[in-house]
């Protein structure tokens, strides 16, 4: 089989797409857990400091500081 034949052609082709496919699959996911991450860390700086500051003032209050 020489490298004109179209059987070969259409092979190489699908498989090229099948990996194309594949590694889109790969950053696709990538980038979902990149943005799961970046949620999760934008919660604790907006609310994390409120969640702190009431655990300080339950550790205050139980140690008999306020």
Avoid: C, F
């Amino acid at each position: 089989m020489s490298q004109d034949d179209p059987l070969q052609q259409n092979i190489r082709r699908s498989t090229g797409l099948h990996a194309l496919k594949k590694i889109g699959a790969i950053v696709d996911e990538s980038n979902r857990d990149d943005a799961a991450k970046s949620a999760a860390l934008r919660w604790m700086l907006r609310y994390g400091w409120i969640v702190l500051l009431l655990i300080v003032a339950v550790l205050a209050r139980l140690t008999g500081v306020y």
